[in-house]
């Protein structure tokens, strides 16, 4: 049985989306769980892809989640975000790499912290 495709998966659509392009240049930087964050406000003639991403970015927001509210598959939102990417217009961080940046306890600290709140 063959799946009928939204009006949101036209292929037609989605190959005018991307340019006719079918993978992002900088695709590895864009994992499901990537924190995407606007550095500027969309500009006249942008692409309304683009500006709505700059838009509802202005607070951190997955690629996953970037791409359920579009109703785009990943892949596409994955070009659309490396656009943006080249341009400086977002920023892209993983969550495990803003963790490191953030010095983490130790877990010997995180043990004694424990143990001092079992004696409480």
Do not use: W
Not at 35 to 41: C, Q
């Amino acid at each position: 049985m063959t799946r009928r495709l939204g009006p949101d998966e036209d292929p037609d659509r989605l190959y005018t989306v991307t340019g006719g392009r079918s993978r992002a240049v900088d695709a590895e930087v864009f994992d499901l769980v990537t924190l995407i964050v606007s550095e500027s406000a969309p500009t006249p003639g942008m692409q309304s892809e683009h500006v709505r991403i700059l838009r509802m970015c202005e607070h951190p927001l997955s690629v996953v989640e970037i791409s359920a509210a579009l109703k785009l598959p990943v892949g596409v939102v994955r070009i659309l975000l490396s656009d943006l990417l080249d341009t400086g217009r977002i920023t892209a961080r993983h969550p495990r790499t803003a963790a490191r940046d953030h010095q983490l306890p130790g877990a010997d600290l995180l043990k004694e912290v424990l143990d001092a709140l079992h004696r409480l």
